[in-house]
């Protein structure tokens, strides 16, 4: 079946930088574009950004010129990495392919961005 799994997270300081990956399986990633998103505490879970099955990309606008997303097909693997991380980045994030998403999720990783 599906399935996601997420690392990489941890607490850093702003303005640091954490590197995200998540692993897949169960479907034919090369087929697919794939997303990052993240829930924080009490929230609903957000877009943050998607790589298609090119080189394409897009960015929520609160990410945007600070996180990259990026995708290596061969090991069927999605990773972000995100510099300049703020506060209001901490959260849970995911990986997921292009709304809509699959019904699996995985665990998330938890980034917490504070002094």
């Known amino acids: 079946q599906v399935q996601f799994v997420e690392s990489g997270g941890g607490l850093v300081q702003p303005g640091g930088s954490l590197r995200l990956s998540c692993a897949t399986s169960?479907?034919?990633?090369?087929?697919?574009?794939m997303s990052w998103y993240r829930q924080a505490s009490g929230k609903q879970r957000e877009l943050v950004a998607t790589i298609f099955t090119g080189v394409t990309t897009n960015y929520a606008d609160s990410v945007k010129g600070r996180f990259t997303i990026s995708r290596d097909n061969a090991k069927r693997a999605v990773y972000l990495q995100m510099n300049s991380l703020k506060p209001e980045d901490t959260a849970v994030y995911y990986c997921?392919?292009?709304?809509?998403?699959?019904?699996?999720w995985g665990q998330g990783t938890q980034v917490t961005v504070s002094s």
């Open positions: 169960g479907f034919t990633f090369v087929n697919y574009a």
């Open positions: 997921n392919k292009k709304l809509p998403s699959f019904p699996n």
